[in-house]
């Protein structure tokens, strides 16, 4: 639900307007400067080291290390950072794109997926795209509508849209080569995954695991935008003919009707490739539902739910697996980014894959095989003892299988994860993780049969919060021994991807709005500027005019920002304030004063129907809360619903049961939603606005 009429008319009305602009002057600009480089390609990828003035992929390389060669700017000189130059975007939801930089142009996606073009020495726009997603498709976005970046291959950029196409631009003008859909759109599917190019084939997988979908990876041939092949992560209805061996071998760990809901198991993050063994890896999330009873009649592993898998790129074919969580049911996708490299374990160098899982515990495999090297767990964790190396599996907790205790139980780490999308970096030259992480546990409230909801979530089991401090730390970790080596902690959790270099530092945007540079091998904090807003997007680092320069985007969202709403003001932070942020050595410019956001409760007078207000608190929870916050309260995100101007008038029906909002991204929710319930929820809101309001 949006609040206000004005702030959503205003919102609404910024949109056109921007959009009208954006269209022109995508028109108006001429081409950009890079139009006689060497096109981008794998050799240009898989080689980037030899290059490291650009940023050419998501991870700068096929492996995802987020490591840069550039030493220009070093822990000896860090302190004399500023900002270089700064653009201001027109979106103010989640911003989670890396910057790619392609011979002086910067690449950068926005929230609802628009694309742009910038000049790096001087902050000029050469070109904005905007794929003009319909906002009110905005319901399906479990964690906001983020975009986490472009792909580039032959003077062509890639962007997933939110809406579930795949779509390539010319990288000179921004102007449309070619549109897919990647998805059935009569499915909640949604797009928020930076794509990858392989071979001239672009990779994109897909969100919606917390609705009903069922998840898959795609390759598209970069020039025509033909399907290549299709990797299904869950099997289909058994009734009919499996796509290949690995589904039929799934098949066989699964119980029930999964494939009625989809079964879940979305590719929404991680994409690496080694190019000598011609194996891409990618991860999986969580299940729909998230309680195993609902989705597999409480049995089986659920393959390839909470899995990495490994595939031959040319053909999409099926090498090896690994699930991390087998029979998962507390959201602990596995998408976290998948790094490659050579790390010297014991004595002998391995040519392995990490990653610091959802669930806790860094993993370290042999990427060729697969095979488990080592687990250890970089934050309590509470749902398993260890991960046991011989059989590959966790040592759970089976207090922690509330679906088959019935019991509610706190686990650690909960779904936010010890570690989510934001990307960590390794530095070959320290032997260092860089991950940000975090503790956030929650309670997990088992229901003995939750209706299916047509829109929202369906998770099949009731979640809370834990009256337990929650922790954001970046954490520096040592995955040849599996060790810590330091952190740096910060208010809270919800923190910036990092990018670390040859200059020995690592960077970092937190949730509270400040940029920061630390010393790679100690963690001591070398410089750090406050940018207004939560930072949580990855920095990338590059040269233009032989000066090395770091970029990154502001702008707080999220599921944290969102679902926690005003509880995640707790890591500092609740204003959206969206920029590119470009910084070198040196750099003078300053950022414009914040301007004061005024915050009036004035609701309605408390319902007099207490029935009413406590049939609306579990409709509110289970419809609202996704985007508009815990409880009601409030985020710095989405308009704070207490303060609707629409909660005394019964156009608020008109919004919540008709979408008069639907074009500032709040959809109808007929389909789920009678007019008694919406009154409910109405009633509970103006019960939690005199509950919170400050007179
Ligand atoms: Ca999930």
Not at 61 to 74: C, D, G, K, M, V
Request: net charge neutral; proline share 6%.
């Amino acid at each position: 639900m949006k609040t206000g009429q004005e702030d959503a008319r205003s919102m609404a009305s910024i949109m056109l307007r921007s959009t009208a602009m954006l269209l022109t002057l995508a028109a108006q600009l001429a081409p950009s400067a890079n139009a006689g480089a060497k096109p981008v390609d794998g050799s240009r990828i898989a080689n980037a080291d030899t290059e490291p003035g650009n940023w050419l992929t998501y991870g700068r390389t096929y492996s995802e290390q987020r490591y840069s060669p550039l030493a220009t700017i070093n822990d000896e000189n860090a302190h004399n950072l500023g900002l270089a130059w700064f653009a201001d975007l027109d979106t103010n939801r989640a911003q989670e794109a890396t910057p790619l930089v392609i011979d002086g142009t910067l690449y950068i996606s926005t929230a609802w997926s628009l694309v742009k073009a910038y000049e790096v020495r001087t902050g000029r726009l050469i070109w904005a795209y905007d794929p003009q997603v319909r906002r009110e498709l905005g319901v399906n976005a479990c964690c906001d509508v983020g975009n986490r970046g472009v792909a580039a291959w032959n003077r062509k950029i890639f962007v997933g849209a939110y809406d579930g196409r795949l779509i390539a631009l010319d990288a000179a003008t921004g102007v449309p080569v070619w549109s897919t859909q990647t998805v059935d759109t009569g499915k909640p599917y949604t797009i928020t995954q930076a794509p990858r190019v392989i071979n001239g084939r672009v990779i994109i997988g897909n969100s919606g695991g917390e609705y009903g979908t069922r998840g898959y990876i795609s390759a598209y041939d970069a020039e025509s935008g033909k399907l290549a092949w299709r990797f299904f992560t869950v099997p289909g209805d058994p009734s009919k003919p499996f796509e290949n061996e690995a589904m039929a071998r799934a098949a066989k760990t699964w119980s029930g009707e999964w494939w009625k809901l989809g079964g879940g198991g979305p590719v929404w993050d991680a994409i690496s490739y080694d190019p000598k063994l011609n194996l891409l890896y990618f991860g999986v999330g969580n299940g729909t539902q998230w309680a195993r009873s609902a989705r597999s009649a409480g049995k089986g592993d659920n393959l390839y739910l909470a899995s990495i898998v490994a595939l031959h790129a040319d053909t999409g074919q099926y090498a090896w697996h690994y699930q991390a969580t087998p029979g998962e049911e507390w959201d602990f996708d596995a998408v976290q980014q998948l790094v490659l490299a050579d790390l010297r374990i014991n004595g002998k160098v391995r040519q392995v894959l990490m990653q610091a899982n959802k669930n806790g515990f860094f993993y370290v495999l042999d990427r060729k095989s697969g095979a488990l090297l080592s687990a250890k767990a970089i934050v309590p964790v509470t749902w398993a003892s260890g991960i046991d190396l011989k059989s590959g599996r966790p040592i759970e907790n089976q207090e922690a299988r509330y679906s088959e205790t019935g019991k509610a139980i706190d686990v650690k780490p909960g779904p936010l994860g010890a570690h989510n999308w934001q990307p960590m970096a390794f530095n070959p030259k320290t032997g260092l993780v860089y991950i940000p992480a975090q503790q956030v546990p929650i309670r997990f409230i088992p229901l003995p049969s939750l209706p299916i909801a047509p829109i929202g979530w369906n998770l099949g089991v009731a979640l809370a919060s834990v009256p337990s401090p929650i922790e954001g730390f970046l954490l520096a970790w040592d995955p040849a021994r599996q060790r810590e080596a330091w952190r740096v902690t910060y208010k809270g959790p919800w923190n910036g991807g990092v990018v670390t270099t040859a200059g020995n530092i690592v960077a970092q945007g937190d949730a509270a709005g400040n940029f920061n540079v630390y010393r790679a091998t100690d963690g001591e904090k070398l410089w750090s500027l406050f940018a207004q807003s939560g930072i949580i997007g990855g920095p990338s680092t590059f040269e233009a005019g032989g000066e090395q320069y770091i970029a990154v985007l502001s702008g707080w969202g999220g599921s944290f920002a969102l679902s926690g709403g005003k509880a995640s003001a707790v890591s500092g932070n609740l204003r959206n304030v969206s920029r590119l942020l470009v910084f070198k050595l040196g750099g003078t410019a300053v950022l414009p004063p914040l301007t004061p956001r005024p915050f009036v409760i004035n609701p309605p007078p408390e319902p007099s129907d207490t029935a009413s207000v406590a049939r609306g608190e579990p409709l509110y929870v289970q419809y609202c809360s996704a985007c508009h916050g815990e409880h009601a309260l409030g985020g710095g995100v989405i308009p704070d619903l207490r303060a609707s101007n629409f909660l005394g008038s019964d156009f608020f029906y008109n919004i919540v049961l008709d979408g008069a909002l639907k074009d500032a991204g709040m959809a109808s929710f007929k389909s789920a939603l009678s007019r008694d319930d919406a009154a409910a929820i109405r009633n509970f809101v103006i019960h939690q606005a005199n509950q919170t309001a400050p007179n």
